[in-house]
C-alpha cells in the first residue's frame, strides 16, 4: 500500500515563529495571537506523520507509536 508521505524540513522553533508571525498579522491583540499561533501547532502536530494522544486542553502530547 502507497502512503502519501509529507515531510517539512523544518525546526519546531521555525514553525513556533512562522505561526505566531502569522497569527499576529491577522489578529487584532497580542492574546488573540498568541491563541491562533497555539491552535495553528496544535493541528499540526495532530497531522504528524504519528500517532499522538492529544489532551482538549494540550497539556501535552502522550507518544503512542510511530509510523515510520
Known amino acids: 500500500m502507497a502512503h502519501n508521505i ?17 497569527a499576529f498579522e491577522y489578529s487584532d491583540n497580542d492574546k488573540e495571537a498568541y491563541r491562533l499561533a497555539r491552535l495553528a501547532l496544535i493541528e499540526i502536530l495532530r497531522n504528524a506523520s ?3 494522544n492529544m489532551e482538549e486542553n494540550f497539556n501535552g502530547p502522550s507518544i503512542r507509536k510511530y509510523l515510520n
Open 6 to 22: 509529507k515531510k517539512l524540513d523544518t525546526t519546531l522553533g521555525d514553525l513556533i515563529a512562522a505561526a505566531s508571525e502569522v
Open 50 to 52: 504519528y500517532s499522538m
